[in-house]
């Protein structure tokens, strides 16, 4: 199984702060990775998929890079909408595999 | 409007058996693959089984196989997970989503997720 582990386990920011977020992945995935954001009892949100590429509606203000085992999603001028828990996900092949989350808080 | 709606989560003995449900609405569901995730409380996502369109082919989670058993009816635009020999460790949120384009099984990620439903295992 492939594994993903994504730093740090928790981000404190403020209002308009640029942020960085690693997953990487146990063997080289391409560029199959996913990025979700995750509210508080809510579902998880896609945010982009095939490591770079930005889902419909999603802010400019994300971006995702990455490929091989090395992966990242910056989020350029944190908003407040954005305090939440993101994970990374490779579909590369099953099982299909989560890192263990990033919580952004407010600092 | 896509949307994903799960049901049939409860609380249950463990070594009991649960079936949940997912409504698909707003796509032609047929064509899809479909997927189940959970999540136990405080913890990470953890994908747990993937359906192709037509059932073709199936997917499980090593924490799961042997216990679970996904299926479908395309004729009731639903997602199905027979889940048996329940445990503790299956308490978790769990969500059923979509993958995002149609007739493909393999390198798809999951565009629409459902709310979820609960699954508690406890005696």
């Known amino acids: 199984d492939i594994k993903m582990t994504q730093s740090p386990s928790t981000l404190s920011a403020s209002v308009g702060d640029r942020i960085t977020i690693t997953c990487r992945a146990s063997?080289?995935?391409?560029?199959?990775l996913a990025w979700y954001q995750q509210k508080p009892g809510k579902a998880p949100k896609l945010l982009i998929f095939?490591?770079?590429s930005l889902e419909n509606r999603v802010p400019s203000r994300f971006a995702g890079a990455g490929s091989g085992t090395e992966f990242t999603l910056t989020i350029t001028s944190l908003q407040p909408d954005d305090f939440a828990t993101y994970h990374c996900?490779?579909?590369?092949?099953?099982?299909?595999?989560f890192g263990q989350g990033t919580k952004v808080d407010i600092k | 409007e896509v949307q994903l709606v799960e049901s049939g989560g409860g609380l249950v003995k463990p070594g009991g058996s649960l079936r949940l449900s997912c409504v698909a609405s707003?796509?032609?569901?047929?064509?899809?693959?479909m997927n189940w995730v959970r999540q136990a409380p405080g913890k990470g996502l953890e994908w747990i089984s993937s359906?192709?369109?037509?059932?073709?082919?199936?997917q499980y989670g090593d924490s799961v196989k042997g216990r679970i058993t996904v299926s479908r009816d395309d004729a009731e635009n639903s997602l199905y997970l027979q889940m048996d020999s329940l445990t503790d460790d299956d308490t978790a949120v769990y969500f059923c989503?979509?993958?995002?384009?149609?007739?493909?099984?393999?390198?798809?990620?999951?565009?629409?997720w459902g709310k979820g439903t609960t699954v508690i295992v406890s005696s």
């Open positions: 063997q080289s995935i391409d560029n199959w």
């Open positions: 989503a979509r993958s995002d384009s149609a007739h493909i099984f393999y390198y798809c990620y999951m565009d629409v």
């Open positions: 707003g796509f032609t569901f047929r064509d899809y693959t």
């Open positions: 996900q490779q579909f590369k092949s099953y099982p299909w595999t």
């Open positions: 359906i192709s369109d037509g059932s073709s082919y199936i």
């Open positions: 095939k490591a770079s």
